[in-house]
């Protein structure tokens, strides 16, 4: 009996794959999730026959999520040897397993996890002429930061208020929720929670909404909290703020006049006291001069001598020196000289100047200096 070709083809198929022997006998979850810092293993535990006579290869890869992009080699075993080092990025954090990975143990440690250590992983067993090879997926969650408190609105009784919660670094989703943690840690009744915004929103707000509140971020590796402390005041007195603004405006009004009126005043009496210096008083009396006393004098003596002198004495007079130049101030008299009395006619009687024609004048008396007594 003839055995159908097909038949013959498969039973050589299933006789050439018992003797490879190679397989993949880890059987955990193929989807991790780990925070970051943490380690990980990733198992890829196989078996060998006698049949696998080929040189044992083992590769792990990071597989590419774009297919135009190549797949990066994490860590070789080849030819005996490990190469640990192999990809820059985890260089000093993934190793083997063991030792010895040719006794069947393919896994690899990841230590001190990164966000941008998430992906899918691709552990590939080859000894000539089998192959096998296991896909995981590793995602590295990254737990809350500290979140930071905060209040919005003004803090007054009667007004709305606004608790806001937020944390700037952690893998989505976050979950916010917020507590009192004073006056029996109930929040007030008019307050709205937002456990995906991280806000509270307290209506209305009354005295009874002061006191201490604690905000809690999570995720699915990890939590943080914040705290704020918050104190609602009365509203405040505008009537009062009002008449103080209306005080103060008044007072600077005050001031700018009282400064105006001094520098006019000022002003005004620099220009009066300027017009006091220009001014010429007319009943002042202008200062006498000795030099117009004695030139006035000397000229008249000189008139009323000649007046009632003879023509024959006229010749003889003006022989005689003449003091025709008068000092024109005190400085040029000679200062051990007195001044000189004026030159006299020589005394005729009366009855002779009579018959000479001459014209009685009378004379006043006179001082020593010159003057008229």
């Not at 001044?339 to 006619?345: E, M, N, Q, R």
Request: charged letters at 20%; aromatic letters at 4%; proline letters at 8%.
């Amino acid at each position: 009996m003839e055995v159908p070709n097909a038949c013959l083809c498969f039973l050589l198929l299933s006789l050439l794959g018992d003797s490879t022997g190679l397989e993949i006998t880890s059987t955990g979850p193929t989807s991790i999730e780990k925070a970051s810092g943490e380690s990980v293993k990733l198992d890829c535990m196989f078996n060998l026959s006698p049949a696998d006579s080929g040189p044992l290869d083992i590769e792990w890869s990071l597989l590419s999520s774009d297919n135009q992009k190549e797949d990066k080699v994490v860590i070789l075993y080849s030819g005996d040897r490990a190469y640990e080092d192999y990809y820059a990025p985890m260089k000093g954090r993934v190793y083997f397993n063991s030792a010895d990975p040719k006794n069947g143990d393919a896994s690899i440690n990841l230590t001190g996890l990164k966000s941008s250590d998430s992906g899918t992983y691709q552990c590939k067993v080859k000894k000539v002429p089998g192959i096998h090879s296991r896909k995981m997926r590793l995602i590295v969650m990254v737990k809350p930061s500290k979140p930071k408190c905060s209040a919005e609105g003004l803090t007054q009784e009667g007004k709305d208020i606004v608790l806001r919660c937020a944390s700037n670094e952690g893998t989505k989703p976050l979950h916010y929720s917020w507590e009192k943690t004073t006056d029996g840690k109930v929040l007030p009744a008019s307050a709205v929670m937002d456990t995906n915004g991280g806000t509270l929103n307290v209506r209305n707000a009354s005295a009874s909404a002061s006191g201490a509140y604690r905000c809690t971020a999570t995720n699915r590796v990890g939590t943080e909290e914040c705290i704020l402390h918050l104190n609602v005041t009365p509203p405040p007195n505008t009537a009062g703020i009002i008449a103080g603004a209306i005080i103060a405006v008044l007072l600077i009004l005050i001031i700018i006049a009282i400064i105006l009126f001094c520098c006019c005043r000022a002003r005004h009496r620099k220009k009066y006291e300027k017009e006091i210096c220009n001014e010429i008083r007319e009943d002042v009396p202008p200062p006498k001069s000795r030099v117009s006393t004695a030139r006035s004098f000397t000229v008249g003596s000189q008139r009323s001598s000649l007046g009632s002198m003879s023509p024959s004495n006229l010749h003889e007079y003006a022989l005689k020196p003449q003091y025709d130049k008068i000092p024109s101030s005190e400085e040029d008299r000679p200062p051990s000289h007195t001044p000189l009395p004026p030159p006299t006619a020589p005394r005729m009687a009366g009855p002779n100047l009579s018959r000479m024609g001459a014209i009685p004048v009378m004379i006043p008396a006179q001082n020593r200096d010159g003057s008229i007594v």
